[in-house]
């Protein structure tokens, strides 16, 4: 027997020129069970044990608001005036995106759309996409569906271990003087391998883990205004600690002046909450190799292996945690370093470094040149 859905204190009501349905009790759609929307939803009660499908069918800008934050399985969203959160939504299976924008309140980082765990989405394109933030929660790798009000602007995100949640929106604004968030981000102020900042637009990705980023640039993110070629373009961070931008690395790129898309290097989430394009002062890039060093004394990956160091003994290499304090420094390194800190005495001297991404640099003066990297330690 086919299980309807169960609707408890629920009813219409009008609001100005609105009509609204306003869920007061335990709204639930069973497994193969369906229900549609044709004007706003006031989220009052529960409505996040569902198992069907529901859809917001407007010819009309629609809104979802209440005290409580919906949870949908598969959600079908063809509004051709955009739906609008109040409240943040969750998505556990399937959200399609037939006609239409989700919008979020961009002052308001918390009200999200939400891709649980296993939720894919499908038909995002520059008229349907998710306008403010939306949110990964439990995933090692998202592509987040974010632009403004004209496009689409995907960062995809790839995290070095665990699963998180991580929340991302696209910004086409000046990094200086953003409208909604209270921070500016002054690209005047430059760290080591930096020349110039975009100032046509930002990513906001907000996490605590360490990942790497894929971004795509277009013929409104203007790079000829601050690169004279590609071979100079790279993703740059606003570093919360120190109040600048710093060059994140570039793993790939593809593309030219006008199209193209770059991915970064392994950093702090916490520490470059935002992203943009920038101009390297160096057109060849500083080489970037990455390790992972693990404390269970398993016999792999338990110490920074660096091959360079057999043609050059004559080296040093320091390595810093993610507010640019060094941790560990060793002239004449030998391959040696296991994890432990030999610098902080708060820490004391011998005693594990916590888990989490560091910043190494090494200078192979035998060779006249240096690497540097990322170096994330784990269990």
Request: one cysteine or more; a negative charge.
């Amino acid at each position: 027997m086919k299980k309807l859905p169960i609707v408890l204190a629920l009813f219409s009501q009008v609001i100005g020129a609105q009509e609204s349905l306003h869920n007061l009790g335990n709204l639930k759609i069973h497994e193969n069970g369906a229900i549609g929307f044709h004007s706003n939803l006031i989220n009052n009660g529960s409505f996040d044990e569902n198992l069907g499908l529901a859809g917001f069918f407007n010819g009309t800008s629609t809104s979802i608001s209440g005290a409580f934050r919906p949870v949908f399985n598969d959600l079908e969203v063809m509004v051709r005036q955009d739906l609008f959160l109040e409240v943040g939504i969750g998505i556990e299976r399937h959200l399609n995106f037939i006609d239409g924008t989700i919008t979020t309140p961009r002052a308001i980082p918390d009200v999200t759309t939400d891709f649980l765990e296993e939720a894919i989405y499908s038909g995002q394109r520059d008229a349907a996409k998710v306008d403010g933030y939306a949110a990964m929660v439990e995933k090692q790798q998202f592509l987040f569906p974010v632009g403004d009000t004209e496009r689409l602007r995907p960062l995809q995100l790839e995290l070095a271990n665990d699963s998180i949640t991580a929340t991302c929106a696209y910004f086409f604004e000046n990094p200086n003087t953003p409208k909604i968030l209270i921070d500016n981000f002054d690209t005047q102020i430059l760290g080591d391998n930096v020349q110039a900042v975009s100032t046509a637009e930002f990513w906001h990705l907000k996490g605590i883990s360490s990942g790497k980023v894929e971004i795509q640039w277009d013929d409104r993110s203007t790079i000829g205004n601050f690169v004279d070629r590609i071979e100079q373009l790279t993703i740059v961070g606003w570093h919360v600690g120190k109040k600048e931008w710093h060059d994140l690395g570039i793993a790939a790129q593809n593309g030219d002046m006008a199209f193209g898309r770059m991915v970064s290097d392994y950093f702090d989430l916490a520490v470059y909450p935002i992203l943009t394009f920038g101009r390297n002062t160096n057109p060849m890039k500083p080489l970037r190799d990455n390790y992972l060093i693990t404390l269970n004394n398993d016999g792999i990956n338990d110490y920074l292996v660096i091959p360079a160091v057999e043609q050059s003994p004559n080296n040093l290499l320091k390595i810093f945690n993610r507010w640019g304090r060094a941790v560990y420094i060793d002239e004449n390194y030998r391959n040696d370093f296991n994890g432990k800190n030999n610098t902080d005495v708060a820490l004391r001297k011998s005693k594990n470094l916590p888990i989490g991404l560091y910043f190494y640099v090494i200078e192979l003066k035998d060779l006249d040149t240096s690497h540097q990297g990322y170096l994330y330690i784990n269990e």
